[in-house]
């Protein structure tokens, strides 16, 4: 027998009758359990389940009708089903009294063989039916808790990668502008003293080009240092740092840019402050590849304690299937960053009429960016 057993309480005071019962419902599918009074009938139902109760009405002491209602009273036995039975065939207030008290079935004796075990049959398949419904809800469940697990468990490790690139990155960027960039500019001086002294014209000539690519090395340098952690970013903070990059943007792509900036006073976290900027740079990154859009307008508000960063563009518009899809990383990767620190990334767009995208971030979050 695979799957559950049901568990039948047989309750009459007639020790031939409880011995009857048994013989006709015995199956593997089941567990029976005799009670000869409605105490031990109460007595077992406090320590398991039954898919039916088949009950005797006329008992000595509790008979069967306190005995279902007290079972009905029980949270554990509640809803269990209860079929009467009773040898008095013209009883007909006596029917209507179990039904009242929550009999499902009222069967008279002497008792049809097969009507019982019909009857029983519906209530044992049913019982099986939803304890193994049960046990599948219950085995879901615990599948999607592990499942919920496993993806915090990811969150945290991204969290944790993410905080380590960005100081790595910082310290990369201290090391190229602080080491490198003092290199270059001690030898562009030493460059330019040499060019200074040289009397030849082809060997001054020379030292001013060489000068010349000195000062775009430390131009690259610059670049690199600043692409890697802006300075901007760390010394004014995220209003200042917003408006640098979009004026960066600007410049380098063509795109009009239209910003709407709060105060600079306004103070953000630092995990805020990073998430938002790292963010605003990959919707940038997204608009330059496939916005094909002219112009582009920014709004950074502060509303009810939370960070709102709003970009609009009129572009070609992003596909809803793209924007509700998982296959982008750069999306994705903007989702997650906000959702380590409780906020959202939403992206609305229509063809031919542009993308909206927002960022929502509790003011005062502080977790790892």
């Not at 519906?122 to 999607?144: D, G, M, N, T």
């Not at 290199?183 to 003293?193: A, E, I, N, Q, S």
């Not at 408006?243 to 063509?254: I, L, N, P, S, V």
């Not at 998982?326 to 009429?353: C, D, I």
Request: neutral net charge; contains cysteine; aromatic residues 4%.
């Amino acid at each position: 027998m695979n799957g559950p057993k049901a568990s039948l309480l047989l309750v009459d005071d007639e020790r031939r009758n409880l011995v009857a019962l048994r013989e006709l419902l015995a199956g593997e599918d089941r567990d029976l359990l005799l009670a000869a009074s409605g105490e031990d009938a109460l007595r077992a139902a406090l320590q398991r389940d039954f898919a039916v109760v088949l009950l005797d009405v006329r008992m000595p002491g509790m008979d069967g009708f306190e005995t279902a209602r007290l079972l009905r009273s029980r949270e554990r036995s509640r809803f269990t089903p209860i079929i009467f039975l009773t040898a008095a065939a013209d009883e007909l207030e006596s029917v209507f009294r179990g039904y009242e008290v929550g009999a499902v079935d009222y069967l008279v004796k002497p008792l049809v063989p097969e009507v019982l075990r019909s009857k029983v049959a519906v209530f044992v398949e049913l019982y099986c039916k939803s304890a193994a419904l049960a046990s599948e809800i219950a085995e879901r469940r615990r599948a999607e808790e592990r499942l919920r697990e496993s993806e915090e468990r990811l969150r945290a490790l991204a969290a944790r990668l993410q905080s380590m690139r960005e100081e790595e990155r910082a310290d990369i960027s201290r090391e190229i502008h602080d080491e490198l960039g003092q290199v270059l500019t001690g030898l562009k001086m030493d460059v330019t003293w040499l060019a200074a002294r040289l009397a030849e014209p082809a060997l001054a000539g020379k030292a001013e080009a060489m000068s010349g690519l000195v000062e775009s090395s430390i131009r690259a340098v610059r670049r690199i240092a600043t692409g890697l952690r802006p300075e901007v970013l760390d010394d004014m903070g995220l209003v200042a740092g917003i408006d640098w990059q979009a004026k960066e943007f600007q410049k380098r792509t063509g795109i009009r840019c239209r910003v709407d900036l709060p105060a600079e006073s306004t103070a953000f976290g630092a995990d805020q402050s990073l998430a938002t900027f790292r963010i605003f740079q990959e919707i940038l990154t997204n608009v330059a590849r496939h916005a094909k859009a002219t112009r582009l307008e920014v709004e950074l508000s502060v509303a009810d304690g939370r960070l709102v960063l709003a970009v609009s563009d009129n572009g070609i518009g992003i596909p809803a299937e793209r924007a509700n899809g998982r296959r982008s990383l750069g999306l994705l990767g903007m989702q997650e960053r906000a959702l380590r620190l409780g906020g959202e990334v939403s992206f609305v767009g229509a063809p031919g009429k542009g993308t909206r995208v927002t960022l929502a971030l509790p003011q005062g979050a502080g977790a790892a960016a």
